[in-house]
């Protein structure tokens, strides 16, 4: 492992993202300390604060996940809108290879990074990783990634108290867990799509990929191009069912998939498929496929 220690510019050789790293030193966010992990997941760790301001930020190659370790206000700015996104401890920005954005913040912004390349993260999801595409998530409230990444980037810059093979194998978690929520497979029919209005196509889409999140119709509306009135009667029309009953389905789909497919616990099911509750989730989920969530692994 490399530690190195910035704000200073660094040589282009110097760390494994280097071009980057001397970027953001150029637009006063750090960072103020990097780690340069080899080993069966290489990852770059870094460390990160920034007094208020704006920037955006360029495509890269390689994914950068950040996690914030303090309360900040965040605003994304396109065309002529602004989107409100509010960072506590432990939510996450997931910046895909390929994607850009271009945000404003209030107040101090803190957190750990991890930034790695396309192969890691499509390894640590394993099989049919060729079919999926990541998708840009600016603020994601994902606990069980969130505060795994903290406790992660807290033992790599303590000198691995626990030991390198913990941290190696809360790496693979950490990163799988990440390539599930942030990955998405083709799987809708083009030619299903295709019988649906335009502006409805784009609001199923942008909840497909969202399914996570915690969104509100506005962020979906806003997506689509669509008033909130015209989106409710488009939808169940074409869709047959309202926004938030599509949303309910399509989440308890992922999980079902997820709780056949992983051996990740409950909460954590519950909260990437982005239910509230672990007590919803087993709600729901008995509602739709008549056992509990555990239950189902049996059958």
Known sequence: MKIIVAPEPLAPTEARFGSYINWAISQDIGPYRLAELDGP????????????????????????????????????????????????????????AGTTWNIAWSGQIEGFGFLFDDAVLRR???????????????????????????????QVFAGFPDGRDHVDQMLETFLGMAARRYGAKPERD?????????????????????LGE???????????????????????????????????????????????????????VAATCGFGSTAHFTNAFRARYGVAPSASRSK
């Not at 600016?138 to 903290?150: E, K, W, Y």
Request: with cysteine; net charge positive.
């Open 41 to 96: 997941w290489p990852v770059t760790v870094t460390y990160m604060r920034a007094p208020p301001g704006a920037m955006r930020r360029p495509r890269e190659t390689f994914h950068d996940l950040f996690i914030s370790l303090r309360t900040v206000d965040l605003w994304e700015r396109s065309g002529g809108r602004r989107r409100r996104y509010i960072f506590r401890r432990g939510t996450i920005g997931f910046t895909a």
């Open 124 to 154: 640590a999801l394993g099989a049919d990783a060729d079919a999926v595409r990541w998708r840009l998530a600016l603020s994601d409230h994902a606990p069980a990634i969130g505060f795994l990444g903290i406790e992660i980037a807290s």
């Open 190 to 210: 083009a030619a299903k799509l295709g019988r649906h209005h335009p502006q409805v196509q784009r609001a199923i889409v942008y909840i497909d990929e969202h």
């Open 214 to 268: 915690h969104f509100a119709l506005d962020d979906v509306c806003l997506a689509a191009d669509i008033s909130v009135a015209h989106l409710n009667r488009s939808f169940q029309a074409e869709v047959g069912t309202s926004v938030w009953q599509y949303v309910k389905a399509r989440r308890l789909e992922k999980a079902h998939d997820l709780l056949l497919t992983t051996a990740h616990p409950v909460a954590t």
